[in-house]
């Protein structure tokens, strides 16, 4: 819950605003400022203060204990033009909130931590748990290092420029040396080190119905100190669909703070185990709960089947490390304008410790990057191969973006990319703003109805299948959209889809033709079948062409949702 606080007319307009805007997740107070800020920092975890900083900073900190618990603060001056990130830049999520409340309210975001001034991830803000010198260590950073990785599970990390790998992953750092260890076993941060742990242990669990709470977890964390584990490293608890309910295995996952995750008997039943029982296999129907639901989805069996110490025993575990899995994010960019490219496809250009895109594309978001991100760039022509390079890094265990303009999956890179793809890695999409829609805002509302879109280059299709779709995208009247549709060597293509598109359409059909849409020198315009010059047209350029019941209206291309356009009032 974010608290928001104000004490003048201004500060409680704002505040409204930003209550209405965000229902659910805000709470406003209301009464004295001082008691109000005291009530909120109790009971929120979030405060946005449209007060004076220096009157903030009086009334929070007698209220400080642990950066970890505090909430994160964040001050709104009168007039609306910043949000300053006060207090829990990092664990209060105060930087986050101040770009949020700075979109929303059109005020500037203010932020002076040190990795964020700089653009760099901050070892407490990478979605790991982060133990030991993290302040010294990110200074070390800032300083320009160097800071040594040792990385015993290779987890996909965000670029941390400074940082040179250890000759050997496992060696153990100098207490003289500034290094990050990522590692899943319960080693002790040494000094100048911080210790990352990833999700990379799977713990698999069987219960008997009415299996207590504190059998199921202690058994798991005896399970894990006595292998040497940490169980910040825990990434969730594993068991039959039989078991889904149990509360014992869900108040354990609630304390690990972790979830459930579950698979049928059928599937546990397929997986082989070392010790199989025929207890489990009367009871659910797989000889194997505890290790084959660690074990279903691949990975080393570190603990083997093991039952807690209880008289009867209600419970089993067993503990798996998963396969490490490096990241692929295919990411959209837009038609190309700044503000069509979304915040999510941001947050991924600067989670990827690698870039792969086509260099015109990465030059248009380069800014965006993260210091110390290693980009992979190629010319045009050269699809198949960034898709075979994007995968093969996620593969070594890296954050991978590769991007292509328009959404990925449009024409684009991310089916290259997953035909190439296996199971091995996690691979995230990013939408965007493809080119179709982009140009039909700029034409009025073209797809208003059902539509198609259709590539006229033959480099990958051959032409008759293209016919075949041109003309059933004809026969069926629908609104169509053409990708790729002229080049210097392909001339011929546009003027046939076009006459096949006639056999079907008055001459007088609206057709639509943007270039470079979005872009510094978009150019659009209105025309019809009959006038329509194929030798205007290029590969910057989409053409849409009208149905049945598109219209020009007021020099806007409008297709109506039905085919019945409004009737004259009788």
Known sequence: MIGLISATAAGSAAARRVASAWPGRTRVYDGPVGDAVRRAFAECEQLVCFLATGAVVRLVAPLLVDKASDPGIVCVDEGGRFAVSLVGGHGGGANALAREVGDLLGAEPVVTTATDSVGMAGLDMLGLPAEGDVAGVSRALLDGGPVTLHAESVWPLPPLPGVVPASGSSASPSGSAYSIRVTDRA????????????????????????????????????????????????????????????????????????????????????????????????????????????????????????????????????????????RLAVVGLG???????????????????VLVGLDQYVDQIRDLLRPGTRVLESGLGAEEERARTAVAEARRGQAVALIGSGDAGVYAMASPALAEASDDIDVVGVPGVTAALAAGAILGAPLGHDHVSISLSDLHTPWEVIERRVRAAAGADLVVTFYNPRSRGRDWQLPKALALLGEHREPATPVGVVRNASRADESSRVTTLAALDPATVDMMTVVTVGNTATREIAGRMVTPRGYRWQEEPR
């Open 335 to 353: 038609p190309g304008a700044r503000d069509l490219l979304t915040p999510r496809a941001k947050d991924e250009l600067r989670r990827a410790a």
């Open 187 to 326: 080693v002790e941060p040494a000094a100048r080190e911080v210790v990352l742990r990833p999700p990379s242990l799977v713990v698999g669990v069987g219960a008997s119905r009415g299996a207590p709470v504190d059998e199921v977890l202690g058994l798991v964390r005896g399970a894990l100190r006595e292998a040497g584990l940490s169980a910040r490293s825990v990434a969730e608890l594993a068991t039959v669909d039989a078991k889904a309910g149990e509360p014992g295995i869900l108040g354990a996952a609630e304390r690990l703070g972790v979830p459930v995750v579950t698979y049928t008997a059928g599937e546990l039943a397929g997986v082989d185990v070392p010790n199989p029982s025929d207890a489990p296999l009367a009871a659910v129907g797989t000889p194997s709960v505890a290790e084959a639901a660690a074990l279903v989805r691949g990975g080393e069996l570190l603990v083997p089947k093991r039952k807690s110490d209880a008289s009867p025993a209600m419970a089993t575990c067993a503990v798996v490390r998963r396969p490490a899995r490096g």
